[in-house]
């Protein structure tokens, strides 16, 4: 978990657009529109147990990763993120968090458990390289958390709120 508080703007928002670009462009202006990746990424509230068959049905169908934050209802605590990945015969579902092996590198994605790393290529897509030692120990993952934590607050100083152009959707389950 890690608190995301940004001084009463919203870090769903804020997270959802600033991550993708930090994973494809390091260093990149928040305001930079952001094209040809395939991959989502959003924010939710509460837990996602509910949900998990819907969003894997629509990754398998669209063929498109989807990274999913879960956020503590109304609260700024991140209580994690999941990843839902397309593969041959199926989508793998995992815990996923942010990690920054060297500063001014591209963020990526580390498997909770360590066993596998991700990032964004050049084509936009999401692929897996090798984990190096590096990762295992957490300070990548502090890194990256402080990288967007700074370009999150950077997004919202001026105007105490999420400034772009955006929209929420809201589900409920039974």
């Not at 996602?48 to 894997?56: M, N, Q, Y």
């Amino acid at each position: 978990m890690i608190d995301l508080n940004l001084g009463g703007a919203c870090p769903r928002r804020s997270l959802v657009h600033v991550l993708p670009r930090a994973m494809v462009v390091p260093n990149v202006c928040a305001y930079e529109p952001l094209t040809g990746i395939n991959f989502a990424v959003m924010a939710c509230d509460g837990a996602l147990r509910d949900s998990i068959p819907i969003l894997a049905n629509s990754v398998q169908d669209t063929g498109r990763p989807a990274l999913i934050a879960t956020f503590a209802s109304k609260l700024s605590v991140c209580t994690g993120m999941t990843l839902f990945r397309p593969l041959r015969d199926g989508v793998e579902v995992g815990m996923v968090e942010p990690c920054l092996v060297n500063d001014g590198d591209a963020i990526m994605l580390v498997a909770a458990d360590r066993s596998k790393l991700l990032r964004i290529d050049a084509k936009g897509e999401l692929v897996e390289r090798r984990v190096p030692k590096a990762v295992r120990n957490g300070e990548a993952i502090d890194r990256a958390w402080a990288d967007l934590k700074h370009r999150m607050s950077e997004l919202v100083e001026h105007t105490g709120h999420f400034p772009l152009a955006s929209w929420e959707v809201h589900l409920e389950f039974d």
